[in-house]
Structures are given as structure tokens and as C-alpha cells.
């Protein structure tokens, strides 16, 4: 059986998780790319080489056990000028954990992480509302517009592209993936999508990892 799978995030969803960050307003040509997961060998940075060709930054939710294994690949994607985020310690469906836990598994990746940040997105999009009400006092809480699929065996990588060139527009998050997982998909989509966006005059920027949380993300953006 194939499972649902949206691309775009729906309106409906986003007005009902308000507080949650999905896009960046903006009047002009940005794209904002993030990657979920990593860090990874090989895989990470060969992200990183494409991202550099295109002259892209991108924001990395990073666990924090992948941290600690290769704290090098790490050190790599703040040294190329790229911004992090928080990404639990070991990738917890919020759905599946209990709060406590939840929390716990949070500051512990917080701990791990050698810079400062106050982005998070919940691994696979999964979070509670009783888990993300105390987070929102210390975190932006990340997700998406754009879903790109790249973690789906059943999707093809002509499909994840095509879907992702569709629903991209200024001012969306977009999500892929530096994982083994992805790696089919996203190894294909990621070097036409910066392409085909940097031929349209986009440029690809970071989210900023310490804005107050006192600012909505995307306002206090606009003053930084």
C-alpha cells in the first residue's frame, strides 16, 4: 500500500499550528533550503559541495548523536557558513514519546550542539502539542512548505523533483535530507534545484539560529 504523502504543506495544517514557523514571508527572492538528519560522512558533505558551487546556505537540523560521531562534518558545516538547529538526540517520533522524554532527548542534543541555536523541528514532523507548548518558550519551532519526499522508496527522483520545482516559491522552507536513506533521491534533486532556481535569479539563505523567540521568525528577519 502506498502512503499518503503531500508535498505542500496544506493552509488548513498551518493555520491550525500557527506558532510553528512553515514559510518565510519576503518580497524578495529567497529560498530557504534545509536539510533533516544529518551529519552524515560522504553524504553530508557531498551536500556541502553542492550547496558551495552554487554559492547556497543552507540550515541543518542535526541530531545529536550524529554530532557527537562526527563532530568534524560538523565543525565543516558551520565553517562553510551554513546555520543549525536542533533535531532531538536520537530522531524521537513526538507521536510515539511521552513528554518527559521527549524533553529530555531536546536539551540533550542542546547540550551536544558546540553553537548556539534556538531552531528545532520535531523529527518527522511529529510533535505534540503538550510537548511543543514549553518548547515555544525557547525555541523556534522549524517545519516546512515544501516536503521534497527524497526519504521515499516508493517516489521516484524525476517525481521529487518535479513536485519540488512546483511548490517552490520565495520564501519557503524546503526539506531534504543528508541521510543514507535519502540518498537516491535527494543526490538527484538537490543539484537541479539549485540549478533551476539560481537561473531564475534566487538566491538560497539561512534561517538565523539565535533570534529571540520574543520575535516571530520571520519578522525578526526582516530587521536583521
Not at 23 to 40: A, H, Q, V
Not at 59 to 83: A, E, M, R, W
Amino acid at each position: 500500500m502506498i502512503p499518503l504523502f503531500v508535498h505542500k504543506s496544506p493552509r488548513l495544517l498551518k493555520a491550525f499550528y500557527t506558532p510553528f514557523v512553515w514559510n518565510i514571508s519576503t518580497d524578495e527572492n529567497i529560498i530557504y533550503l534545509t536539510f533533516d538528519d544529518g551529519p552524515i560522512p560522504d553524504v553530508t558533505e557531498w551536500v556541502l559541495e553542492q550547496l558551495d558551487h552554487f554559492d547556497a546556505k543552507a540550515t541543518f537540523f542535526c541530531i545529536g548523536d550524529n554530532v557527537l560521531k562526527y563532530p568534524d562534518i560538523f565543525s565543516q558545516l558551520v565553517v562553510n557558513g551554513h546555520s543549525v538547529g536542533n533535531h532531538t538526540h536520537n530522531h524521537l517520533n513526538g507521536w510515539k514519546t511521552d513528554d518527559a522524554t521527549y524533553w529530555q532527548n531536546v536539551a540533550q542534543c542542546q547540550d551536544i550542539l558546540p553553537v548556539k541555536t534556538n531552531l528545532f523541528r520535531p523529527p518527522y514532523g511529529r510533535i505534540k502539542l503538550s510537548q511543543a507548548k514549553p518548547l515555544l518558550n525557547d525555541y523556534h519551532i522549524v517545519m516546512w512548505e515544501v516536503l521534497t519526499g527524497d526519504f521515499e522508496k516508493y517516489l521516484s527522483p524525476e517525481h521529487c523533483l518535479e513536485k519540488t520545482l512546483k511548490h517552490t516559491q520565495a520564501g519557503s522552507i524546503v526539506v531534504m535530507h543528508d541521510s543514507l536513506k535519502a540518498w537516491r533521491n535527494m543526490s538527484y534533486v538537490l543539484p537541479r534545484f539549485l540549478e533551476h532556481f539560481s537561473a531564475l535569479g534566487y538566491r538560497f539563505e539561512a534561517l538565523p539560529q539565535h533570534v529571540s523567540v520574543e520575535f516571530k521568525l520571520g519578522e525578526a528577519m526582516k530587521v536583521y
